[in-house]
């Protein structure tokens, strides 16, 4: 079964576990990465992709 994957890169800020969760209730499936993470290392089936930005 293949379903909807969501990106969460946390550049540091607060919000990268909020918008997982949000996105998680919406039923789809969020997955928080560091930036320094490897492209090849995120879902090859992605649909979308969400930056956390550092507040600062």
């Known amino acids: 079964m293949k379903h909807d994957t969501i ?3 946390d550049f540091g ?10 996105v998680r209730r919406g039923g789809v499936f969020a997955e928080i990465r560091q ?7 995120l879902p ?3 649909t ?9």
């Open 7 to 9: 990106a969460v890169i």
């Open 13 to 22: 800020g607060q919000y990268a576990h909020l918008i997982a969760t949000k």
């Open 35 to 41: 930036p320094e993470d490897p492209i090849d290392d």
């Open 44 to 46: 090859v089936r992605r």
């Open 48 to 56: 979308s992709d969400r930056l956390a930005p550092d507040p600062g």
